[in-house]
C-alpha cells in the first residue's frame, strides 16, 4: 500500500490547512510507483484518464492496481475507510511518503509493517529521530557535529525573533527568517537592514508577516544571508545496511521556493557533489543509529565563490524521489526505483512547471504534447510527462523531461515554453524535439 500522506505534520504544522491542501494535490504523482497488486492511498482524487496514462507508461495493468480515497481534506484519520476499503486484499507493507504517526497507525490497523521495516514497532521508534530532522532547528541542532558548514544563525520563539533578526543583521546586512516546520519555502522571509529599523514607539514593520506556523510558542530560524548562486541537494538513502547516494541536482528556486528540480547536477559539479555525498553519509549514519531506515535528502547553497553551505534535511521521500523513480523506471525498467547513485551515465531529468494558454483536460494536453512531438517516447527514452496528473485550474501543469544530456533537457523545455505559449492552432514546435534519433 503506497500511502501518499502528503498532508503530515512532518512537514508543516497541521493548522495551515491551505498549504496542506496546496500540497496534497501533488499526491497522484504517486501513482508511479504502483506495481500489479498495490493500493495508493491518496488525499485526493486520483484522475482515471492519469491513472491509464501512467499504467500505459509503466507497463501495469490499469485493473489490476486500485486507489482508494478516504473522505475529507486529508488531515484527518482514514484509517477505518481504508481498511474497510481494501477488504481482504492480501499487503505486504505499508509505504508511506512520510514516517509518521499516521502511517504507523494504518500498518498496525492493517496488520502489516511499514516498509522498509521489519516491524511496526520498529518504525514507530524511528519516530523521534524523524521529527527532530525534519525540522530546522533539529537540524541545525546535530550538522555541526557531523562535519557540515552552516550559515551562523539564532534558533528563537517567536517574540524572540526581532531580537535575533536585529542581533544577526548587525553583524550581516541581510537575514532569512524561517519557521522551524516547513516544506517548500513556506514562511520564509527575506530581510534587508533597512527593513528592520523600528522603534521603540512601534513594532517592526515585518513582524506582521510572519506565517502562523508554530503559534506563539513555535520555533523560527533566524540566519545570515549568504549569497546564493545555486541551491543543491543529495538524496540518499540508509538503514541497517549502511548509506548510499541515490542522485543528486540542482533546485529551482523563486523567492526561496522550490519551483523544479535538474538532474544530475551540471558540471562543473564534483566538489560540490562530493562535500554533499560526505554530509548525507554522516546524516544517515546518525539517522541508522537511531532507528530510521529509507530515503531523506539534504538540501544545501553554493555560493559564486564555490562555498557549499548545509541549509536542512527532510527525512521521508521528497519532492524529487518520485520523478526519479519514474524516470529511472521508464528508462531502464528499474521496479525499484533506487537508481544509479550520482554519478554519470543515467539519462539527464528536470521537473518545472509551465502555464498553457488555455485550460485543457487531461487528454486534450496529452494529445497536444504528442501532436508537436514533445510527448515522452519510450523507443527515444526521451520526452516530457505530465507526472502530476490535471491542475485544478487546468492551466498550471507539472512537468518532468527526459533527455540524453544537459542540453537536450534545456532544448525540450524551450519547445515547451515555445508551444504552449500560443493557443490552439498557433505556433506550434512542430520541428521536432532536440537529438531526435527517429529523425
Not at 186 to 208: K, V, Y
Request: a neutral charge; charged letters at 20%; proline letters at 9%.
Amino acid at each position: 500500500m503506497l500511502h501518499a500522506n502528503l498532508v503530515s505534520d512532518l512537514a508543516v504544522d497541521p493548522g495551515e490547512r491551505e498549504v496542506l491542501r496546496a500540497w496534497a494535490e501533488q499526491a497522484p504523482r504517486e501513482a508511479w510507483l504502483l506495481r500489479p497488486g498495490d493500493v495508493l492511498v491518496s488525499p485526493v482524487p486520483v484522475g482515471e484518464e492519469f491513472l491509464r496514462y501512467v499504467c500505459g507508461l509503466t507497463g501495469v495493468p490499469r485493473d489490476s492496481v486500485a486507489v482508494v480515497v478516504p473522505p475529507g481534506d486529508g488531515t484527518a484519520d482514514a484509517c477505518r475507510h481504508v481498511v474497510g476499503a481494501v477488504g481482504g486484499r492480501p499487503l505486504r507493507a505499508v509505504l508511506p511518503t512520510a514516517l509518521d504517526g499516521a502511517a504507523i497507525g494504518l500498518a498496525r490497523a492493517l496488520g502489516v509493517p511499514v516498509a522498509p521495516y521489519p516491524s511496526v514497532a520498529a518504525a514507530e521508534a524511528a519516530l523521534g529521530v524523524t521529527g527532530l530532522l525534519n525540522t530546522k532547528a533539529g537540524f541545525r541542532s546535530v550538522a555541526p557535529a557531523l562535519g557540515m558548514r552552516l550559515p551562523d544563525g539564532l534558533v528563537r520563539r517567536r517574540d524572540g525573533v526581532p531580537g535575533a533578526v536585529r542581533e544577526l543583521l548587525a553583524s550581516y546586512g541581510r537575514v532569512v527568517v524561517k519557521p522551524d516546520r516547513s516544506a517548500g519555502g513556506h514562511g520564509m522571509l527575506f530581510l534587508a537592514e533597512t527593513e528592520a529599523d523600528g522603534t521603540a514607539d512601534a513594532p517592526d514593520p515585518w513582524t506582521g508577516g510572519l506565517a502562523p506556523v508554530g503559534g506563539p510558542e513555535g520555533l523560527w530560524v533566524v540566519e545570515r544571508r549568504i549569497d546564493v548562486a545555486r541551491s543543491v541537494s543529495v538524496q540518499m538513502e540508509t538503514g541497517p545496511g549502511g548509506t548510499r547516494a541515490l542522485f543528486s541536482g540542482e533546485m529551482r528556486t523563486a523567492d526561496g521556493a522550490f519551483t523544479g528540480y535538474l538532474s544530475p547536477l551540471p558540471e562543473p559539479s564534483a566538489h560540490v557533489a562530493a562535500t554533499l555525498e560526505a554530509w548525507g553519509h554522516a546524516l544517515g549514519g546518525f539517522l541508522a543509529a537511531r532507528g530510521y531506515a529509507g530515503p531523506f535528502g539534504l538540501d544545501a547553497m553554493v555560493t559564486p565563490g564555490g562555498e557549499v553551505f548545509a541549509g536542512e534535511s527532510n527525512v521521508r521521500r521528497t519532492a524529487t524521489t518520485t520523478p526519479q523513480a519514474m524516470v529511472t523506471r521508464l528508462v531502464a525498467g528499474d521496479v525499484s526505483g533506487a537508481g544509479g547513485g550520482t554519478g554519470g551515465g543515467g539519462p539527464v531529468w528536470a521537473t518545472g512547471k509551465v502555464r498553457a494558454p488555455v485550460a485543457y483536460p487531461f487528454a486534450a494536453a496529452v494529445e497536444r504534447l504528442r501532436r508537436e512531438r514533445l510527448a515522452y517516447d519510450p523507443a527515444r527514452a526521451e520526452g516530457i510527462v505530465l507526472y502530476a496528473g490535471p491542475p485544478p485550474d487546468g492551466l498550471t501543469w507539472r512537468y518532468a523531461v527526459i533527455a540524453g544530456d544537459h542540453a537536450g533537457v534545456a532544448r525540450y523545455e524551450e519547445l515547451l515554453r515555445a508551444s504552449w505559449a500560443s493557443a490552439p492552432g498557433g505556433p506550434t514546435a512542430r520541428s521536432g524535439p532536440p537529438g531526435s534519433r527517429s529523425g
